[in-house]
């Protein structure tokens, strides 16, 4: 009998330019990543990060839980907790959740305070991420009608000497200019959404 785990196609979840993301076979609540290269720089970034933040990250209620690696038909895959909604579907990622144009008031409402309080997850963890695309931030709903945004991948950071890792000051530093970067982004994109009276409740200064 082999121990290499069989992921048939049908599986796929989701995949962008570093890896593609399956439901795990046995276990509906993981998820398995398969690198498009074995020696990917962003995986291995990501790896070092949660090895070496091990302890905050155990603690953190954004970052996906990280429980090793698996042989697959389809090479080495890291299996992951599976961001899941309370009717077992995966849940939406921030791209997919946010609409172009201005919704009605209520659902207006609840976007807000879904940022309001990533905003305010992300400014006390203060995880290092590496950009702000938002095909990385998945929007829970783990009960229906109660939201957290979880953060799946682009963890850590490409600096030689990681100071974010050791001094939380650092780490502070580093979340606080990204946060500010990713609303940025958000009010470019997304003006109608997030408007300014928004922006100014965002930002952090
Ligand atoms: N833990 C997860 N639970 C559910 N879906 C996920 C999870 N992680 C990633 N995904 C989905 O798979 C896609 C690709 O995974 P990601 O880790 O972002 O790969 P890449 O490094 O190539 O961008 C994501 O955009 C998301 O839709
Ligand atoms: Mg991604």
């Given at each position: 009998?082999?121990?290499?785990?069989?992921?048939?196609?049908?599986?796929?979840?989701?995949?962008?330019?570093?890896?593609?993301?399956?439901?795990?076979?046995?276990?509906?609540?993981?998820?398995?990543?398969?690198?498009?290269?074995?020696?990917?720089?962003?995986?291995?970034k990501e790896?070092?990060?949660?090895?070496?933040?091990?302890?905050?990250?155990?603690?953190?209620?954004?970052?996906?839980?990280?429980?090793?690696?698996?042989?697959?038909?389809?090479?080495?895959?890291?299996?992951?907790?599976?961001?899941?909604?309370?009717?077992?579907?995966?849940?939406?990622?921030?791209?997919?959740?946010?609409?172009?144009?201005?919704?009605?008031?209520?659902?207006?409402?609840?976007?807000?305070?879904?940022?309001?309080n990533?905003?305010?997850?992300?400014l006390?963890?203060?995880?290092?991420?590496?950009?702000?695309?938002?095909?990385?931030?998945?929007?829970?709903?783990?009960?229906?009608?109660?939201?957290?945004?979880?953060?799946?991948d682009?963890?850590?950071?490409?600096?030689?000497?990681?100071?974010?890792y050791?001094?939380?000051?650092?780490?502070?530093?580093?979340?606080?200019?990204?946060?500010?970067?990713?609303?940025?982004?958000?009010?470019?994109?997304?003006p109608?959404?997030?408007p300014?009276e928004?922006?100014?409740?965002?930002?952090e200064?």
């Open positions: 009998m082999s121990n290499i785990l069989t992921i048939k196609e049908e599986l796929f979840i989701g995949s962008g330019g570093h890896q593609s993301t399956y439901i795990h076979p046995i276990d509906r609540t993981k998820c398995i990543k398969i690198p498009h290269s074995p020696d990917d720089g962003d995986v291995r790896m070092r990060y949660r090895k070496l933040c091990a302890r905050k990250l155990a603690k953190s209620r954004l970052v996906t839980e990280y429980f090793g690696t698996v042989e697959t038909n389809l090479g080495l895959g890291y299996i992951f907790e599976r961001v899941l909604d309370y009717d077992g579907n995966t849940s939406k990622d921030l791209k997919d959740f946010l609409p172009k144009v201005a919704p009605d008031t209520q659902t207006l409402q609840r976007i807000w305070t879904i940022l309001l990533f905003k305010s997850d992300f006390h963890e203060n995880i290092a991420i590496v950009d702000t695309d938002i095909t990385n931030f998945m929007v829970q709903e783990p009960a229906k009608g109660s939201y957290r945004v979880r953060i799946v682009n963890i850590g950071t490409p600096v030689l000497i990681p100071l974010v050791m001094f939380d000051f650092a780490a502070a530093w580093k979340a606080k200019r990204y946060w500010n970067k990713i609303v940025d982004w958000l009010a470019i994109n997304y109608e959404v997030i300014p928004l922006v100014a409740q965002l930002k200064k």
